[in-house]
């Protein structure tokens, strides 16, 4: 964080308290661990002045980041939709008691603090709008089927499993939560690849999810190169859908879709760049990451 | 299952707890399912000398009754009549394999079959509902035997099986079985008050474990009689029945029967379920009045290639 | 005597089979750039000479496609387009016995299963989705949702005339047109399907069929002028097209391989249950994708319901597609066969014990038995790979959990099967089950209005129901 100013007056030097710098980390399974390769890339604000070291993920790192994601996918997809939904809620608040703070930290990466207030809002609001729908997803997307015969037809939507996820990098907290929010709300896990230039309210946002009860490794957050990282959650065989709303270079974009059709991961393909995050959102990214999944049974005595 | 209910067996009936146990945990019949397996060996085609000795061996197979009120003696006699010739312009048409009729009935019909082979048939035990005292039904029973039946169709206690007191439908059946002496004993379940096919599955157990010697869907007076479904869940419990036992028991669908086509039907799904072993009259029959006739009709349209009519075959 | 049924062969007159056929573009039939021949399995009698696409006739069907689009089908409102609809599936249903047994010839399968499960499945389909053509507003994806313009399709062979209409029928009723290459070793049905769409008067260019090979599926999913790819077939090929669309615009529906388990729990009703491992793994001689082929038996009952399900698998009677009481018809082509026998060697080889239901197979055509691997466990090929036959794996679990950790273990996920008559059992473990479609005490059952598609990969969309439009909606 930029440094206090020193007062000029003064006579002799008086004892001006140095502000205690946050060490930013990678988010894994719930803890926040340095990257695994001790490296870091320094984050500037939006008028080039040094403001913090982030973690310089490596593919270690993401590896672990999907291991966790997989091992927490157990618990958070069985989890009851209300529960899920009060947790999405309890981020929201959370977040809120911490406003000044996110608004201080996406004002200095994105250089303009009355629109970093209102990216904090809309964030808040889009993890409400989201909570809400964790116990309603399945009654507008799932469908009880009238089949011709004596059956007994649901779908319903199922999470996809883990899910990789490039985050806008214009939009480092609003951008992040309107992808990470939508896949996670439906029992899904993530691994998250926050803004490469703008990674510190991610990290925050981490914190946040850390005291929100939600459990362990649903919500993985790496800092780092798109360019490096990504690849290796496009071609890792136990990542089941892959969001590329955040990778601005079409030749990269290319690559991580032919990779991900390995294991025929879903792929949300790049947004364009001209998306407006503080639009309202739709449902489309709830549904793009969900299996529909049909019971049938037979109806007899 | 098999293995296991051979071992534990002889000890089922010791208790209503023990038959309980043993009825409630035979697997459980899927209704959807038994009725498609039956629907579906329904859609099997059978044509030219399969389906000349199909009819051949349905004729066989009839159970040729009359359980009426207005039953006489004349009507009866008729009805033997037919039983012996079921088609008196061709030599080669068999006979049914036996007459049903009302204990009273029971000596014209001896006295009319006799020397020919054709078992008489009696419904006993207060036939139809069995509503009658034990003593009175095994005096039913002892009378129809006294007057020449070889054969009695008996109904269980439907009351008590519905209400769980399956010792005492065994006990009854055994005592049954006992007043028959030599004569055949056919268990009618009256399928059609049973409701479901668990409950059919439970029966037919029942019924063989305390020694029928033939399992019988209905009486004719309750609907639904006879259904495939249900002759299959039996079919599928007389065959389980032997593996366990080694004791073969024999069906018998009453009851709805009424054109050679449904017929047909019945014996694929004895040769699909429990098999050929039960292809013959000593262990597959027919309940039934008018399908003699449907029967005889078709054999002559085979025979002929032309379609018969209903003033080529005799009406009795 | 035994019980021997004698042949019941259904009339091949009903149906009129031409020497040659074309190409079916912009409304006609038009010559193709190559030939190739397409036979009877079940005799290895060539029916007829089928015309083979190039990438200029597949460009020449796109183009009348996108005309077709532009000009009629996407401008024409949807109370019109379901009456196109509903006269196909009239037609169908006119014409069943004849499409039925021109299936049967060309596909190998029973004439029992055209008929009574293809044909009406195929009717169904295109009168469910008549019915959406002027609903879509209603069907979840937006107030005024609209096409997204030329659907290039390819289909298998295991249910040529089915799989056509699961692909047709959406992507009509949602305003697209469509560009549809049938299987290689089945074109016949397509080719009657041209002609039902002649005699419905469906304008030119709605519906073209290009017969062909891999080539040809390749030039059509490749196409640019192609805006959705729906694709049913082998995962590998599922993967190439995944590979081929990377960064282009075209939405894709995969609808792929499957290794799915069929859970038979100890309460079961062990004779439904029987008859739904038949059904399950022989239903199609086992060329279904969502065919029952891995059957975990709970280890208390293993013994009694194998033999049982022995005892029943000697009742099939395999034989003459055509007569109507065969239950297994013929392999569709020497290729499948081959791919059948080397993997059922795989078995033998690693240690698995084969019992084959003992039925007689014809001479010429290409046969293969029921078959049942016993002493299967998770590590080995048959149990892993697809076999896309009539071959079950047989494993056995000890308790539930063993169960589902069983049935997800494969990199698969299209269908499942669980059989109890404890409900709060089904419902727990059909939770787990990471599949689309759990049947529960009954095994493949399909219905237009019953979303199908697989999970991981198995492909990815849904075909059938409302979900089944999404993927011929633009959002």
């Known amino acids: 964080m930029p440094t206090e100013q020193e007062s000029p007056a003064a006579t002799t030097e008086p004892t001006v308290r140095l502000a205690v710098r946050k060490t930013y980390k990678l988010f894994i399974g719930g803890a926040f661990p340095r990257s695994e390769s001790g490296r870091s890339y320094p984050v500037h604000t939006a008028t080039g002045d040094f403001m913090a070291n982030a973690a310089l993920a490596s593919r270690k790192d993401a590896r672990d980041a999907v291991r966790a994601a997989r091992a927490a996918f157990g618990t958070w997809s069985a989890a009851t939709a209300y529960n899920r939904g009060q947790i999405l809620y309890r981020v ?106 703008r990674p510190l309210p991610a990290v925050t946002l981490a914190e946040v999810l850390a005291t929100s009860d939600l459990p362990d490794g ?80 037979p109806k007899g005595i | ?78 009805l033997c009549a037919k039983a012996l010739r079921p088609d008196p312009t061709d030599p080669s048409c068999p006979p049914v394999a036996a007459v049903c009729v009302y204990p009273t009935m029971v000596a014209t019909a001896v006295e009319t079959l006799e020397g020919s082979g054709i078992h008489v048939a009696s419904v006993a035990t207060a036939f139809p509902s069995g509503q009658a005292p034990l003593a009175v039904r095994l005096a039913d029973v002892e009378a129809a035997v006294a007057a020449g039946a070889d054969e009695i169709d008996m109904v269980i206690n439907r009351g008590a099986f519905l209400s769980g007191r399956y010792r005492e439908v065994f006990d009854e059946i055994a005592a049954v079985k006992a007043a028959c002496g030599s004569a055949h004993l056919k268990v009618i379940l009256e399928t059609g008050e049973l409701a479901t096919y668990d409950n059919v599955r439970r029966a037919s157990w029942l019924a063989m474990l305390a020694g029928g010697d033939f399992i019988k869907t209905s009486t004719g007076k309750v609907s639904p009689a006879a259904t495939l479904p249900v002759t299959l869940v039996m079919l599928e419990a007389v065959r389980d029945f032997r593996a366990a036992t080694g004791r073969q028991v024999g069906v018998k669908p009453a009851g709805g029967i009424r054109t050679a086509k449904d017929a047909i039907k019945y014996l694929v799904l004895v040769n699909e379920t429990a098999g050929e072993d039960w292809l013959h009259p000593d262990w597959f029959r027919f309940g039934a009045s008018s399908l003699l006739n449907d029967l005889l009709m078709q054999r002559y349209k085979l025979s002929t290639g032309r379609y018969a009519g209903p003033n080529y075959v005799t009406l009795d | 005597m035994v019980f021997e049924y004698a042949p019941a062969p259904e009339s091949r007159s009903v149906v009129e089979i031409k020497p040659s056929y074309g190409l079916f573009i912009d409304g006609e039939f038009v010559d193709a750039a190559g030939r190739f021949k397409t036979a009877n399995p079940a005799t290895e009698e060539v029916l007829a000479d089928v015309g083979e696409a190039d990438a200029s006739d597949v460009d020449r069907a796109v183009a009348a496609a996108r005309r077709a689009y532009e000009r009629v089908w ?67 994806f937006g107030p005024d949702p609209k096409p997204l313009g030329v659907a290039g399709q390819v289909i298998p062979w295991n249910f040529p005339l089915l799989m056509l209409a699961w692909k047709i029928a959406p992507a009509l009723a949602c305003g697209n047109t469509v ?6 070793t089945t074109p016949l049905t397509a080719l009657a399907f041209a002609e039902i769409c002649q005699q419905a008067d469906l304008p030119p260019g709605v519906v073209n069929i290009v017969t062909g090979a ?30 081929s669309v990377a960064g282009s615009r075209k939405r894709v529906t995969l609808e792929l391989g499957g290794k799915a388990a069929n859970i038979v729990f100890d309460d079961a009703p062990i004779d439904q249950a029987v008859e739904g491992i038949v059904n399950g793994i022989f239903f199609n001689q086992g060329h279904v994708c969502c065919a029952g082929s891995r059957l975990l038996v709970q280890e208390s009952i293993a013994d009694d319901l194998l033999e049982s399900l022995k005892r029943r698998m000697a009742l099939l009677r395999v034989g003459d597609p055509l007569d109507k009481n065969t239950d297994v018809g013929a392999i569709n082509s020497r290729a499948q066969l081959d791919r059948i026998r080397a993997l059922s060697e795989v078995g033998d080889a690693e240690g698995a014990q084969r019992w084959s239901a003992p039925c007689p197979l014809p001479d010429r055509g290409f046969w293969f038995a029921p078959t049942i691997f016993t002493g299967v466990s998770q590590a080995h090929r048959i149990a892993r790979e697809e076999i896309f036959g009539p071959v079950l794996s047989v494993l056995t679990f000890r308790t539930p959990a063993e169960a589902v950790e069983k049935a997800n273990n494969t990199p698969y996920g299209l269908s499942a099967g669980i059989w109890s008559d404890k409900g709060s059992r089904i419902l727990a473990i059909a939770d787990r089950l990471r599949a689309g479609v759990v049947w529960a005490n009954t095994f493949n059952k399909f219905d237009p209005t019953s979303p199908f598609g697989g999970y991981k990969e198995s492909g990815y969309g849904r075909e059938g129901g409302r979900h089944g439009l999404e993927a011929y909606l633009a959002h």
Do not use: C
């Open chain 1, 92 to 197: 929201a608040e959370m977040l809120e008691g911490r406003h000044a703070q996110f608004t201080a930290e996406v004002a200095a990466a994105t250089g303009d603090r009355d629109a970093a207030a209102a990216e904090v809002d809309a964030a808040i609001d889009r993890w409400v709008w989201y909570a809400g729908w964790a116990d309603k997803i399945a009654q507008v997307h799932g469908a009880a089927n009238p089949v011709a015969g004596p059956y007994f037809n649901l779908s319903t939507p199922e999470p996809t499993g883990v899910v990789a996820v490039v985050a806008p990098p214009e939009s480092p907290l609003l951008g992040l939560v309107s992808v990470v929010a939508p896949a996670i709300v439906s029992g899904n896990t993530a691994v998250v690849v926050a803004s490469e230039d």
């Open chain 1, 218 to 297: 649903v919500v993985n957050v790496l800092t780092g190169r798109v360019a490096e990282i990504a690849p290796w959650l496009a071609s890792h065989m136990d990542v089941d859908a892959i969001d590329l709303t955040g990778v601005t270079d079409a030749g990269l974009a290319v690559d991580l879709e032919t990779a991900a059709a390995e294991n025929l991961k879903r792929v949300l393909r790049p947004a364009p760049a001209s998306s407006d995050w503080a639009a309202d959102p739709d449902v489309q990214r709830m549904l793009a990451l969900i299996e529909t999944k049909t019971v049938w049974h």
């Open chain 2, 1 to 78: 299952m098999t293995a296991t209910v051979a071992s534990g067996l002889s000890e089922v009936a010791r208790s209503d707890a023990a038959l309980r146990a043993f009825l409630h945990g035979l697997p459980g019949v899927d209704q959807v399912g038994a009725q498609q397996r039956a629907a579906m060996l329904g859609t099997r085609s059978i044509k030219t000398t399969s389906k000349a000795w199909a009819l051949d061996l349905a004729i066989r197979m009839v159970d040729l009754t009359t359980l009426e009120g207005a039953d006489t003696p004349g009507k009866v006699r008729a």
């Open chain 3, 74 to 140: 996407g401008p024409m409102p949807g109370r019109e387009r379901a009456k196109y609809l509903y006269r196909i599936a009239r037609i169908v249903q006119e014409r069943a016995r004849e499409l039925a047994v021109l299936e049967t010839l060309d596909n190998g399968k029973p004439i029992r299963e055209s008929r009574d499960v293809d044909l009406p499945l195929v009717a169904a389909h295109f009168f469910y989705y008549a019915g959406w053509a002027d609903k879509l507003a209603y069907a979840g």
């Open chain 3, 179 to 184: 560009v549809l290459k049938p299987a290689e």
């Open chain 3, 214 to 243: 891999g080539d040809t599926g390749r030039a059509l999913v490749e196409h640019p002028g192609v805006d959705k790819v729906a694709f049913t077939g082998s995962t590998e090929v599922g993967k190439q097209i995944a590979r």
